[in-house]
């Protein structure tokens, strides 16, 4: 079981970036699905989740800027993201049980 993240990149302040995470050997939209981001020195922090009925939940720090969608059709799951922030620099996870290995978001 693999989950495989990609969009990440480097990118200006009001900026926006696109994640995508793609499985492999299970159907996404069977699994509650999470974007996790970590700091160099700090823990991994719950960006985002959709549960397999669609329901969303944010962290405060993203609500209004980050949305969390699911393409069913094409088995992935997606973080759009607006309004980009320094803060927001971070290595991103895509996770459910299992854990990807992360995209890089430079916010400078």
């Known amino acids: 079981v693999q989950l495989v993240e990609s969009g990440g990149g480097s990118v200006q302040t009001g900026g926006s970036l696109r994640l995508s995470c793609k499985p492999s050997?299970?159907?996404?939209?069977?699994?509650?699905m999470m974007w996790y981001r970590q700091t160099p020195g700090n823990e991994c922090e719950l960006v985002a989740s959709?549960?397999?009925?669609?329901?969303?939940y944010y962290t405060d720090a993203v609500k209004g800027r980050f949305t969390i969608s699911r393409d069913n059709a094409k088995n992935t799951l997606y973080l759009q993201m607006n309004s980009l922030k320094t803060e927001d620099t971070a290595v991103y996870y895509c996770?459910?049980?299992?854990w990807g290995r992360g995209t890089q978001v430079t916010v400078s």
């Open positions: 996770a459910t049980a299992v």
């Open positions: 050997f299970f159907i996404l939209d069977d699994f509650e």
């Open positions: 959709i549960t397999g009925d669609g329901s969303t």
